[in-house]
């Protein structure tokens, strides 16, 4: 069943609030025109927590937790404005997750997610990315300025929270790097398609984009995947987030 959590005094503005139970069907949850974030973390507290704070702080949406995201997977209302997955202390870069998150992302490639972790290590930061998450957090910021990031990321923007500017420095120099190894590697035609792909686009529509014939995009995919031998266009988004992280 679905727990309710009340808005309290000091939440006037505050969006509902909904704690989605394992077993509790989306089917059973009224309509509303009030947009949904989703948020993931396996800790029952942090992320009732997390989503009493954001709602504190201004976060006008409605609330939905989930433990994993097989159970948001598994749950009927699946439609949210966006995803933010809490990982705590937990890495980026362990296989299982990026696998999981990739698949996530080439499954749904509108969806914006979000990633909000303790670590702020460079290399995280830029698997994230490359995985194609919309925003990285690091739980080190202020409520008001990770709701602001939320927003951005679910309108459409990207939001990297890198503290040090020599960070931020470093986090270009190496995607400089990753951009040059990949130029050598693929004509730009090529990295065009790439990118179209990673964001789920069928032959058509990236066709369209590029002012192409669908023939010659399925001429770009077949030589990408002869560069990486991969067999389908899936292994190209995995290959092309691992030859590059």
């Given at each position: 069943?679905?727990?309710?959590?009340p808005?309290?005094?000091?939440?006037p503005?505050a969006?509902?609030f909904r704690v989605?139970?394992?077993?509790?069907?989306?089917?059973e949850?009224p309509?509303t025109e009030?947009?949904?974030?989703a948020?993931?973390?396996d800790?029952?507290?942090?992320?009732?927590?997390l989503?009493?704070?954001l709602?504190?702080?201004g976060l006008?949406?409605?609330?939905?937790l989930?433990?994993?995201?097989e159970m948001?997977?598994?749950?009927?209302?699946?439609?949210h404005?966006g995803i933010l997955?809490?990982i705590?202390?937990?890495?980026?870069?362990?296989?299982l997750?990026i696998?999981d998150?990739?698949?996530?992302i080439?499954e749904?490639?509108?969806?914006?997610?979000v990633?909000?972790?303790?670590?702020?290590d460079l290399?995280q930061i830029?698997?994230?990315?490359?995985?194609?998450?919309?925003?990285y957090?690091s739980?080190?910021?202020?409520l008001?300025v990770?709701v602001?990031?939320?927003?951005?990321?679910?309108?459409?923007?990207?939001?990297?929270?890198?503290?040090?500017?020599?960070?931020?420095?470093?986090?270009l120099?190496?995607?400089e790097d990753?951009?040059?190894?990949?130029?050598a590697?693929f004509?730009?035609?090529e990295a065009?398609?790439?990118?179209?792909?990673t964001r789920g686009?069928?032959?058509?529509?990236?066709?369209?984009?590029?002012?192409?014939?669908e023939?010659?995009?399925?001429?770009?995919i077949?030589?990408i995947?002869?560069?990486l031998?991969?067999?389908?266009r899936?292994?190209?988004?995995?290959k092309?987030?691992d030859?590059?992280?």
């Amino acid at each position: 069943m679905a727990t309710a959590i009340p808005t309290y005094g000091y939440m006037p503005n505050a969006a509902r609030f909904r704690v989605v139970a394992n077993s509790l069907r989306g089917s059973e949850m009224p309509d509303t025109e009030t947009p949904k974030l989703a948020i993931i973390d396996d800790r029952a507290l942090d992320r009732e927590c997390l989503a009493q704070s954001l709602i504190a702080h201004g976060l006008g949406m409605d609330v939905e937790l989930f433990s994993s995201l097989e159970m948001w997977r598994n749950t009927a209302e699946s439609r949210h404005a966006g995803i933010l997955i809490n990982i705590g202390r937990n890495d980026v870069c362990d296989d299982l997750f990026i696998n999981d998150l990739k698949r996530l992302i080439s499954e749904f490639p509108e969806l914006p997610i979000v990633i909000l972790a303790e670590n702020r290590d460079l290399r995280q930061i830029l698997r994230a990315f490359e995985a194609g998450v919309r925003g990285y957090i690091s739980s080190a910021i202020g409520l008001n300025v990770c709701v602001g990031a939320i927003s951005l990321a679910l309108a459409g923007g990207k939001f990297i929270s890198v503290e040090n500017p020599d960070d931020l420095r470093q986090l270009l120099v190496v995607a400089e790097d990753k951009e040059r190894r990949r130029t050598a590697m693929f004509t730009q035609r090529e990295a065009d398609v790439i990118d179209a792909l990673t964001r789920g686009k069928p032959n058509k529509i990236i066709a369209y984009e590029l002012n192409l014939r669908e023939s010659t995009v399925k001429v770009h995919i077949r030589n990408i995947m002869k560069k990486l031998h991969a067999r389908n266009r899936t292994e190209i988004i995995f290959k092309i987030s691992d030859l590059f992280k």
